[in-house]
């Protein structure tokens, strides 16, 4: 599980250079920048649902 957070932290990271150097590139910062923010959003959202669904089990477990 730990290896999964990493991955998505470096992904989050290079979505964010990626982005930088896009812009550096061809001086198309608002489009360069969106695409980040989507990815960052994607990947958080996919975060909050796996917390919440892992809190589910957990919680169930426990009233059981």
Known sequence: M???FDGLIK???TA???A???????Y?????FSIAAVLYAVIAFTLISL????ERRL????RA
């Open 11 to 13: 992904g989050m990271f």
């Open 16 to 18: 964010r250079r990626l």
């Open 59 to 62: 919680l169930a477990l426990t």
């Open 20 to 26: 930088r150097d896009v812009n550096s590139a061809t």
């Open 2 to 4: 730990r290896f999964i």
């Open 28 to 32: 198309a910062s608002f489009e360069a």
């Open 51 to 54: 917390f919440r669904v892992t």
